[in-house]
């Protein structure tokens, strides 16, 4: 039987570092660099201006606001309770990806619209421990589900015309100040009407 043939240095290194692959294509000027990671999509603010005149539901509004003034995911809006609520600080606790807690400053627009949803929206006698549930129907009570909270987005989408707003865009949304929702009026339009209080007489 004939010898084995021993590789030589410089064969290995024209066959590559392990010796039994091929180098590949040379490269061809300069260092490699990795593809640039694409940034989240956000949206401009008269799309949102639009889309916040068109929700009717002081529970729609403070949703909508919760993802764009504090960067909730769709599902730690459905899966906030009300003990994570704290009004007077203007904070939540979120519980996000993995079970991992935070805690979230969110601008006071966000908790007006929240104290009128939770005054005159929220089914009396509730006793779900989350804080957005369903408002009428034979499930009203209930935990707003994945489905329920894609139907709230859908009509005022397409009433407003901006049809790219969507959950994820909004919390990757920044608003300038001119466009913040307490600071103009970003909720141009019929807005929800607030219960009013019986006046007393005499």
């Known amino acids: 039987m004939p010898a084995a043939r021993r590789s030589s240095g410089l064969w290995a290194a024209r066959r590559g570092p392990l010796g039994h692959i091929g180098q590949g294509r040379p490269r061809v000027g300069g260092r490699l ?11 401009e603010p008269d799309d949102v201006t639009a889309f916040l005149a068109n929700l009717r539901a002081f529970r729609d509004l403070a949703i909508t606001l919760a993802m764009l003034l504090g960067g909730l995911r769709a599902a730690e809006v459905r899966s906030l309770r ?7 600080m203007r904070r939540l606790r979120v519980t996000g990806k993995g079970g991992k807690e935070r805690v979230v400053p969110v601008d006071r627009a966000f908790f007006a619209d929240l104290a009128a949803y939770l005054r005159n929206e929220r089914p009396a006698g509730c006793r779900t421990p989350e804080c957005f549930v369903v408002l009428r129907g034979p499930t009203a009570g209930q935990p707003l589900t994945e489905a329920g909270l ?6 005022p989408r397409l009433a407003s015309g901006a049809l790219r707003v969507r959950p994820h865009r909004l919390r990757h949304t920044t608003v300038p100040n001119s466009h913040a929702p307490d600071r103009c009026h970003a909720h141009q339009g019929p807005r929800p009407q607030r219960a009013r209080k019986p006046s007393r007489a005499g």
């Open 33 to 43: 660099v990795g593809q640039p990671r694409r940034l989240p999509e956000s949206l």
């Open 82 to 88: 009300l003990a994570d609520l704290d009004m007077g």
């Open 150 to 155: 894609r139907r709230i987005f859908r009509t």
